[in-house]
Nanobody, 120 residues
Framework: QVQLVESGGGLVQAGGSLSLSCAAS????????MGWYRQAPGNQRELVAR???????TYADSVKGRFTISRDNARNTVSLQMNSLAPEDTAVYFC??????????????WGQGTQVTVSS
């Protein structure tokens, strides 16, 4: 089993910054991709940013130029640096990982979520 532990959420004023981190632990061959999703009240969960094992990144249009995703493969962690935050960024942020376990077995895991609140 794989566990994802998130940290770094909190309350920040508009224009400020926060950094989220997620550490994966457990038994697996490799992590194919890790990323961050968010879900605001009344909304669907949406992709914020994702990074593959090869370093390819994907960002939501709404966060391009403001957020940066990075990884530390040695520690099985992914981070999300969030700058120029706006109230629209307020949501519960979830860490996500696609984990390879065996040749034909890929599993999807979710963290418990961490609250990010941006005041106007």
């Amino acid at each position: 089993q794989v566990q994802l532990v998130e940290s770094g959420g909190g309350l920040v004023q508009a224009g400020g910054s926060l950094s989220l981190s997620c550490a994966a632990s457990g038994i697996f061959f490799r992590i194919n991709a890790m990323g961050w999703y968010r879900q605001a009240p009344g909304n669907q969960r949406e992709l914020v940013a994702r990074i593959t094992s090869g370093g390819s990144t994907t960002y939501a249009d709404s966060v391009k130029g403001r957020f940066t995703i990075s990884r530390d493969n040695a520690r099985n962690t992914v981070s999300l640096q969030m700058n120029s935050l706006a109230p629209e960024d307020t949501a519960v942020y979830f860490c996500h990982a696609r984990v390879q376990r065996g040749l034909n077995n890929e599993y999807s895991y979710w963290g418990q979520g961490t609250q990010v609140t941006v005041s106007s």
